[in-house]
């Protein structure tokens, strides 16, 4: 099992920035594939980014490429999603997620609870 905790959400103005930082506990966590996946109302949950157990490889959304960036810490167990130029459709509930294989079409096995993102126009 691995319990994951997302932070660093809230309220900014659109062109401002945000960082997530999610903490994981449990297994090893650098064995781990991490995402970032979001929901906006009323929309189904969609891919943000991904990066591998290393940090070496990431992926993005066609819509945050350029603005968002993925990273991790294993020496502290976390992962961050550094938000810039933040626009008014970037609002949406932020999940962090772990899978132990870093694949396309990427798949998580483990999820957090979310943090709330909204972006004011």
């Known amino acids: 099992q691995v319990q994951l905790v997302e932070s660093g959400g809230g309220l900014v103005q659109a062109g401002g920035s945000l960082r997530l930082s999610c903490a994981a506990s449990?297994?090893?966590?650098?064995?781990?594939?991490m995402g970032w996946l979001r929901q906006a109302p009323g929309k189904g949950r969609e891919f943000v980014a991904a990066?591998?157990?290393?940090?070496?490889?990431?992926d993005y959304a066609d819509s945050v490429k350029g603005r968002f960036t993925i990273s991790r810490d294993n020496a502290k167990n976390t992962v961050y999603l550094q938000m810039n130029s933040l626009k008014p459709e970037d609002t949406a509930v932020y999940f962090c997620?772990?899978?132990?294989?870093?694949?396309?079409?990427?798949?998580?096995?483990?999820w957090g609870q979310g943090t709330q993102v909204t972006v004011s126009s």
């Open positions: 990066i591998n157990w290393s940090g070496g490889s990431t």
């Open positions: 997620a772990a899978d132990p294989i870093y694949r396309i079409p990427f798949r998580y096995e483990y």
């Open positions: 449990g297994r090893t966590f650098r064995n781990y594939a």
